[in-house]
């Protein structure tokens, strides 16, 4: 069993940050052999993918935040990041952390994000 667990949501304004975390426990000894992804979900839409980031710590983005998101990774604390600038209205939404563990997949419980005047 894996449990992941998500932090640092919260309320901002247009154009200001935050950066989110994942933490990662249980059985797995460590995250470096994993890929690690960011998935968010609005009000009454699907859940989409955010940004990935693979064991040898490549990344990947949603063409909605290239440029605005960073994702980022540290082995050692199992502990995953999303560095959120330039915030939007659009990107209010749960942000949930996601791993596959020999073939299962785990999910956060995610946090909220709230991006509003």
């Known amino acids: 069993q894996v449990h992941l667990v998500e932090s640092g949501g919260g309320l901002v304004q247009p154009g200001g940050s935050l950066n989110l975390s994942c933490a990662a426990s249980?059985?797995?000894?460590?995250?470096?052999?994993?890929?690690m992804a960011w998935y968010r979900q609005a009000p009454g839409k699907q859940r989409e993918l955010v940004a990935t980031?693979?064991?040898?710590?490549?990344?990947n983005y949603a063409d909605s935040v290239k440029g605005r998101f960073t994702i980022s990774r540290d082995n050692a604390k199992n502990t995953v990041y999303l560095q959120m600038n330039s915030l939007k209205p659009e990107d209010t939404a749960v942000y949930y952390c996601?791993?596959?563990?020999?073939?299962?997949?785990?999910w956060g419980q995610g946090t909220q994000v709230t991006v509003s005047p």
């Open positions: 249980g059985s797995i000894f460590s995250i470096s052999i994993y890929t």
């Open positions: 980031i693979t064991s040898g710590f490549s990344t």
């Open positions: 996601r791993m596959v563990v020999a073939g299962r997949i785990y």
